[in-house]
T-cell receptor
């Protein structure tokens, strides 16, 4: 069964600094996708970045990059140059691409950016 | 705005009443998903539609829950005989046939008194 683990319930970062949010996953499938979503206090889930299990390079989207270590089954999100508006819940998720259409989410990490 | 929309945004109901939520996906997306999110947790998958066909249902979706997508466009999620444990945020998401990422709506927050 799929399982997503986010071990950091809360993280603090100084504005303009970089921060890494941890995510580990468990799957026996070879073809899967890893996702990060941001959920501000308004409640909407905002898609940030995607990494496919067969992608050889780490995904990047603007200030977001995904540190994908397949052998360790980790998919950490790195946010560079943090901004006050980055304060939110961040969820890591995985979907096994061949057989499943459900996406499993971790419990989330609350990021607070300090001025 | 051409994103996913959900209606209502908030619903307060008494235990035992029926409620229905609506989701309008991004217009060109043929895949639609329903999730439930309780406080302090990540979203949990409930069900998935490809066009009008409901292809997957989670064990979380008890007999009191039913979802439809009659014309392959908007979807409804109905909860019959609501219980206090049904209080949660109900999220809808959609994706295209080729895309892996799912785009979420703002959610419907249900409170059962």
């Amino acid at each position: 069964a799929q399982k997503i683990t986010q071990t950091q319930p809360g993280m603090f970062v100084q504005e303009k600094e970089a921060v890494t949010l941890d995510c580990t996953y468990d799957t026996s499938d070879q073809s899967y996708g890893l996702f990060w979503y941001k959920q501000p206090s308004s409640g909407e889930m905002i898609f940030l970045i995607y990494q496919g299990s067969y992608d050889e390079q780490n995904a990047t989207e603007g200030r977001y990059s995904l540190n994908f270590q397949k052998a360790r089954k980790s998919a950490n999100l790195v946010i560079s140059a943090s901004q006050l508006g980055d304060s939110a819940m961040y969820f890591c998720a995985m979907r096994e691409l061949d057989n499943n259409n459900d996406m499993r989410f971790g419990a989330g990490t609350r990021l607070t950016v300090k001025p | 705005d051409t994103g996913v929309s959900q209606d209502p945004r908030h619903k307060i109901t008494k235990r035992g009443q029926n409620v229905t939520f609506r989701c309008d996906p991004i217009s060109e997306h043929n895949r639609l998903y329903w999730y439930r999110q309780t406080l302090g947790q990540g979203p949990e998958f409930l069900t998935y539609f490809q066009n009008e066909a409901q292809l997957e249902k989670s064990r979380l979706l008890s007999d009191r829950f039913s979802a439809e997508r009659p014309k392959g466009s908007f979807s409804t999620l109905e909860i019959q005989r609501t219980e206090q444990g049904d209080s949660a945020m109900y999220l809808c998401a959609s994706s295209s046939a080729r895309g892996n990422e799912q785009f979420f709506g703002p959610g419907t927050r249900l409170t059962v008194l």
